[in-house]
């Protein structure tokens, strides 16, 4: 087919042409004498991405899921009870793996479209006086329906209660896309992975982890091989890995954190908080309504939005991929034929989310959805206009 296939999932994301040159090297030897110039600048600048000033970050080869793994394993010790909140796919994975990792879970079910419920944390941290909860879990950004979570409003959870437990994030989706500040809120761990606001391929796991999460390590007993941090520091601290690393990959990632410092953080937040107002606004002028219950869950890098009843939203995702060589997110688990996503994470700009637009609103059309063609995408072209970078000049 001719043109351009377009990539609209929430991750793995569009690469930027610079990222994907940095990568295309013959293999290089990760014992030489030199490696170490190219790891150990990498072990200190993704701290930034972090906002992590006092401990360190892990990068492993492995996808989110594996650094979800390296972070409990590491840090907790078999029969742990910990506090997790259940309103999606991703979420649901979190809390299936710290039960088959042999914690003990307490698990709060929410409405999926909603996030991790501040009051109920606080009340249990609240009652649980003697301490058992060694670690709270929050999911910042739920990539099945597309809701963002209080990170801070964890902490201050845990602070209200004058409560120890640690402070687990999962960041997949939302680190280097929108807020996040390790130090600040008190994160313990945080989990992310390579193929979403980091704009590379799967392959790398990302760990951010405190220095209280370091010494927690320390005695901390649940069993671990491949990821244990006491390994990784004794290599990454001579600037080499205890095992074979992703060697492109890594040089992907210095690409792209040089342009993520090159763009600023801050300005990355707030583009993708005007790419994603532009996909509301069109969902709206489509009459559909989002997965996210109430703004203050709308998140940022994905927008998942509910078919009317009686139309599949697989048909959908179908149809924009076969008609019109774009891939949008599909719905998943509880929400499996009631909602496609659109990623809007990652190196893109307005004029990609039109094309991610027209590809919905076209696909939904040939799917029987009753909607004014041209409205969805209208909407966002007026509400980029109206709040470009570059203001239009006046006439
Ligand atoms: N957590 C969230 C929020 C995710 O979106 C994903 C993947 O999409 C994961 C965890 C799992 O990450 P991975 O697929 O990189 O293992």
Not at 18 to 31: C, G, H, I, K, S
Not at 213 to 231: G, I, K
Request: a negative charge; charged letters at 20%; aromatic letters at 8%.
């Amino acid at each position: 087919m001719a043109g351009f296939t377009h990539l609209f999932i929430p991750g793995p994301t569009n690469i930027p042409e610079q990222v994907r040159q940095a990568m295309n090297l013959p293999m290089e030897d990760m014992r030489a004498a030199t490696f170490p110039d190219l790891t150990l600048p990498l072990f200190e600048d993704i701290k930034r991405i972090f906002k992590n000033e006092t401990g360190r970050v892990f990068i492993y080869p492995s996808s989110g899921t594996g650094a979800w793994e390296a972070a409990m394993t590491n840090v907790l010790s078999p029969g742990d009870r910990v506090l997790m909140s259940r309103f999606g796919q991703f979420s649901h994975l979190w809390v299936d793996m710290a039960e088959r990792l042999g914690f003990e879970v307490d698990v709060i079910d929410c409405e999926w479209g909603t996030g991790v419920p501040l009051e109920l944390y606080a009340e249990r941290l609240k009652a649980d006086k003697t301490h058992r909860i060694k670690a709270i879990f929050c999911t910042q950004n739920e990539t099945a329906t597309g809701v963002t979570s209080d990170v801070a409003g964890c902490r201050a959870a845990l602070d209200d209660a004058n409560h120890p437990a640690l402070l687990f994030v999962d960041g997949v989706s939302s680190i280097g896309s929108i807020d996040f500040r390790q130090e600040e809120w008190g994160v313990d761990c945080a989990v992310s992975g390579s193929q979403k606001g980091f704009m590379l391929p799967a392959g790398l796991g990302f760990l951010s982890v405190s220095r209280k999460a370091l010494v927690a390590s320390r005695t901390a007993t649940h069993r671990r091989c491949f990821f244990s941090f006491e390994d990784m520091i004794r290599a990454n601290d001579a600037g080499y890995f205890p095992y074979t690393p992703a060697t492109q990959l890594l040089r992907g990632l210095r690409a792209s954190l040089d342009l993520i410092a090159e763009e600023g953080l801050e300005t990355i937040f707030s583009r993708h908080h005007r790419l994603a107002e532009g996909v509301r606004k069109a969902a709206d002028a489509w009459g559909l309504k989002l997965c996210a219950r109430a703004p203050k869950w709308h998140s940022d890098t994905v927008s998942a939005i509910l078919v009317p009843d009686g139309i599949d939203s697989g048909d959908v995702v179908k149809r924009a991929y076969q008609a019109y060589q774009t891939s949008l997110g599909g719905g998943l688990n509880k929400v499996f034929g009631k909602v496609f996503r659109i990623g809007h994470l990652g190196w893109l700009n307005e004029v990609m989310v039109l094309a991610s637009l027209s590809a919905a609103e076209m696909a939904l059309l040939d799917c029987g959805v009753r909607l004014a063609p041209g409205s969805g995408v209208g909407a966002a072209i007026q509400h980029f206009r109206a709040s470009a970078a570059v203001p239009v000049a006046e006439a």
